[in-house]
């Protein structure tokens, strides 16, 4: 199991910045919290990750089609979404050490470190709904129980943070301010003009470039529902919390799809079912993620948008717990709607069979590309004796195979071992190593997660064959080097 390693958090951000994953954001400047540089291992998984997605739900897809939107959108879109008023989170600071904190962070932690019997809790008996924003001790004990508080209003969260008595996870004293909302959307300004004209948004979410873009996607292509635009791109979150490395920054690279269908022809509930069996495909089949880390996690009423009829979550067993992978949400016809509303024009569909006009629904999974390698690399991660070994499926894996010469020193091994690696890397990304023993050469590639390492020996020379080594198995086999190029591309399929 992917925490079954104790530190595994320190040891994958340690392996990260020591082979070239991922580096702190702004190292030489001190740092910038929440953010972070993707070296040149992490820049090649990143993008293969972003290609299974885009292959797996784009390309392969006949019922697909794809867009690439502007980060920087007329700032009406965010107002139309309702980003501008609500897209916000609700906040904490301590007055001792000035510490700003989320407070449903801060009370689910609460809630995980003490136990979720309500039991535990000092619950006033006697209070007041009004006054305490809860409607009696029934919804606060089953808020308890769930562990999960995301949505509660601010007033909501002070009661709960006093009656607890939940001390700053900073510096272990309790002397918060109230609860306030935070907008989480970046603000910038669009060239000279006047401020209060020049306002505009970098994106929270990839998804409204796709309503925006909606109308000429069906004037200009052949789709007819029920059909799903998928975008791949940046994202940017005013996120004051702890980050969790990758799992939650300022940008990330979000992977989203709105999937349009028309609600008297096609059962949403078939449609969501069927995202979710697309969903669980993809993280099991193609990232190869173990099943006992995965679970489903449906969202209350007090959690879920008031747009969306149903929304569930993928979730992965962080060694912070089980979180937030995949976002699946029934957001029926909202976000159209709002944009009809807000730009005058009619953004409705015509069935071309049948005349009949409609604003289509939408169910959209939305998941993080980042947070998936962050999964992606605590799922692979083991230790077998004295190696590290990152065991990526190959698909994903910076480098499909490392070639060596057996010593660095003959020059006819080094020659020919050139040879090999010039020859495949035309056709993948190849690592070359001679340097040390053909073990230490073979641990280096196990913590990147190389699949196969290719030894040009002396009996290459001879034979014309190579030893390659399977980074899981540790078994190795000869193959003839005009077979390599047709056994990498088979492990690949
Ligand atoms: N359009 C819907 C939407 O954006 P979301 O749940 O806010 O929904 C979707 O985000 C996914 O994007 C999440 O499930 C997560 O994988 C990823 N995500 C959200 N905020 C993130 C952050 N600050 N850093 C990294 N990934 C994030």
């Known amino acids: 199991m992917a925490d079954q390693y104790e530190n595994l958090m320190e040891k994958i951000v340690s392996l990260s910045k020591r082979r070239g994953f991922v580096f702190p954001g702004s190292e030489i400047y001190g740092g910038l919290a929440n953010s972070y540089e993707y070296g040149p ?159 505009a948004y970098l994106r929270g979410e990839t998804a409204q470039g796709i309503f925006v873009s909606f109308k000429n996607i069906v004037d200009s292509s052949r789709v007819t529902l029920p059909f799903g635009v998928g975008q ?78 149903r929304t569930e979550d993928l979730e992965y067993r962080f060694p912070f717990g089980f979180k937030e992978l995949w976002g699946l949400a029934y957001r029926t016809d909202y976000d159209l709607t709002q944009h009809q509303k807000y730009s005058g024009l009619d953004l409705s569909y015509q069935d071309p069979a049948t005349g009949k006009r409609i604003v289509p629904h939408v169910i959209e999974p939305a998941v993080g590309i980042n947070r998936l390698m962050a999964m992606v690399l605590l799922d692979a991660y083991a230790e077998e004796g004295d190696r590290v070994v990152l065991k990526l499926p190959p698909r994903i894996a910076p480098y499909k195979a490392a070639v060596f010469p057996l010593l660095r020193n003959k020059e006819e091994l080094v020659g020919k071992a050139r040879e090999v690696y010039e020859g495949l890397r035309k056709k993948f990304l190849v690592a070359w190593d001679d340097r040390g023993n053909i073990g230490k050469r073979y641990y280096a590639q196990d913590e990147i997660g190389t699949p196969y390492c290719i030894t040009i020996d002396f009996d290459t020379l001879e034979k014309g064959d190579v030893t390659v080594r399977d980074r899981d198995t540790a078994a190795q086999e000869r193959i003839k080097i005009e077979d390599l190029e047709d056994f990498i591309t088979k492990k690949l399929s």
Not at 248 to 275: C, H, M, N, S, V
């Open 41 to 199: 291992l992490g820049v090649e998984l990143k993008k293969n990750i972003q290609d299974e997605w885009w292959n797996a739900f784009v390309r392969r897809r006949s019922d697909m089609v794809g867009l690439d939107s502007s980060i920087i959108l007329h700032p009406k879109v965010w107002e139309a979404s309702g980003h501008v008023a609500g897209f916000s989170d609700a906040m904490i600071d301590c007055k001792n050490c000035k510490t700003r904190t989320r407070a449903d962070h801060l009370v689910e932690d609460y809630l995980e470190e003490h136990g979720t019997d309500p039991a535990k809790y000092r619950i006033p008996d006697v209070f007041d709904p009004a006054g305490s924003g809860f409607s009696g001790r029934e919804e606060i004990e089953t808020i308890v129980k769930s562990g999960k508080v995301e949505g509660l209003k601010e007033q909501q969260f002070d009661s709960l943070i006093q009656w607890f008595k939940v001390p700053c996870p900073t510096c272990g004293k309790f002397d918060w301010t109230p609860v306030r909302k935070f907008n989480l959307l970046f603000e910038t300004h669009i060239g000279i003009v006047p401020e209060a004209q020049s306002k």
């Open 232 to 309: 791949l791109g940046k994202s940017f979150r005013n996120e004051i919390t702890k980050g969790n490395f990758i799992f939650r920054t300022l940008e990330f690279e979000q992977g989203e799809i709105e999937y349009f269908f028309d609600p008297e022809a096609d059962d949403w509930q078939k449609l969501f079912e069927e995202w979710k069996k697309s969903l669980w495909d993809f993280v099991t089949g193609d990232l190869r993620i173990r099943t006992e880390n995965l679970r489903w996690r449906e969202h209350g009423d007090e959690e879920r948008s008031f747009y969306s009829k």
